[in-house]
């Protein structure tokens, strides 16, 4: 006995000395670290994978606490922003409710290295359709629409956000369509924006209203919107029918013209009565070959558990939609425990999608016995660089911080 515990003290002194030492050695900030060796997965077309070199870092808030990003662009200057938003108490599940403040960070040299991520004074809440204007010019919707005249230092203008043509709140999530002139100045935008009708909020069995409009002044003032019909389908379980949806998309302009909206989509039917929510929606896809005219029905790529798509268009003309993975859902079953971040490519403006060959942009696993769907993931946003890569800003809520993926397709 007295050899054991000798032994257990020795050992608990060891590791003691080395939790000081590291402790010491590693900073409480984990910004400024830099880029780490990562590999993302390739399919090869034939159900096997190929390993391609990537790199990673984690930015976070320099207090302690739970940090996610929500926007990235890369602005005309060169320089990349970034913004998300932190919640100064911890906690495994994400967001802070009041505690949530909106932060941004910036960066000269690809990603590199960053400045630290502070407070932004104006916007309130998430930083969602982070917008570059052309020239210093940005706009993001973070309670109001706010404005930045000098590259997202300062944000001082802002409009309110009109509500939907039903008469109900506009969310949004996504990335938005910008035609531009020729000296890369905005000069058309079109969004789609959701919510769940005018009587009420999220009820699983009911259909989201989608919709799309358009503003020719940068954002500031918006037309009527429309609501596509076509992005509705009917979904039979045990004998019932139900009307099916989109909410939160996606916009892009394919090399021939077309209007390309990535959608975030209803659950399946099956799922209604299951008390796993959201998790469950999906991702689909609706092309317009009239400017947003008419709409074809959704073509669904994800039914369940792949979600909160970004649409880039690349100088090639191929398109690259990078999604989060909540829950791996294959044929309505779980199929692993994976959670993550993963893209996929069309190469025919947007009709056909090589979902055999999609990059696992980040992967792990993550299990909750009491709720299996409920994936530690969420929200994604994408840049194209000026050196021909793509940085991906995703949030694993495990590591407390923002993702950024630094990759080629």
């Known amino acids: 006995m007295a050899d054991w515990m000798a032994g257990g003290v020795a050992a608990a002194a060891t590791v003691a000395l080395l939790l000081s030492l590291v402790s010491a050695a590693w900073p409480d900030d984990a910004a400024g670290l830099g880029w780490k060796p990562h590999f993302i997965r390739h399919g090869d077309g034939n159900g096997g994978w190929l390993l391609k070199h990537a790199q990673c870092q984690i930015l976070r808030y320099r207090e302690y606490g739970w940090t996610a990003g929500f926007g ?27 505690d949530e403040i909106t932060v941004a960070a910036f960066s000269r040299d690809g990603g590199d290295t960053w400045t630290d991520l502070e407070p932004v004074e104006g916007p ?41 043509g039903n008469g109900a709140f506009f969310g949004m999530e996504g990335n938005p369509l910008v035609d531009r002139d020729a000296e890369g100045n905005a000069v058309r935008i079109a969004e789609i924006g959701y919510n769940f009708g005018p009587d009420g909020g999220y009820v699983p069995a009911e259909p989201t209203h989608a919709f799309v409009r358009w503003s020719d002044d940068g954002g500031r003032t918006w037309g009527d919107d429309v609501e596509p019909m076509a992005w509705r389908w009917q979904d039979t379980v045990d004998g019932r029918t139900y009307e099916r949806g ?49 709409w074809s029905p959704v073509q669904t790529l994800f039914p369940s558990g792949r979600m909160h798509g970004h649409l880039l268009k690349l100088p090639g003309g191929e398109l690259v939609l990078t999604v989060t993975v ?31 060959r999609r990059y696992i942009l980040d992967e792990w696993e993550f299990f909750d016995s009491l709720n299996p769907v409920i994936g530690q993931a969420g929200h994604l946003c994408s840049t194209l660089l000026d050196d021909g890569s793509i940085l991906t800003v995703h949030n694993n809520y495990l590591t407390m911080g923002m993702t950024l993926i630094r990759w080629r397709p």
Request: hydrophobic letters at 35%; a negative charge.
């Open 124 to 164: 309130t809440g998430r930083p969602l359709m982070l917008t570059c204007l052309g020239g210093p010019d940005l706009s993001v919707v973070a309670g109001d629409r706010w404005f930045s005249s000098d590259y997202g230092r300062t944000w001082t203008e802002h409009v309110p956000v009109p509500p939907a």
């Open 246 to 294: 989109v909410s939160e998309g996606s916009l892009a302009r394919a090399d021939n013209g077309w209007l390309v909206a990535a959608l975030r989509t209803d659950m399946p039917a099956r799922f209604i009565e299951s008390r796993h929510s959201d998790q469950m929606e999906g991702t689909g896809i609706s092309i317009s070959r009239d400017d947003g005219r008419t």
């Open 326 to 356: 909540r829950a791996d859902i294959v044929d309505g079953e779980l199929a692993s425990y994976r959670c993550g971040c993963e893209a996929i490519i069309s190469r025919d403006h947007g009709l056909t999608w090589e979902l055999d």
């Open 72 to 98: 990235v662009a890369q602005m005309d200057d060169g320089e990349i922003i970034v913004m998300g938003i932190c919640a100064p108490r911890k906690s495994l599940w994400y967001g802070g409710g009041e």
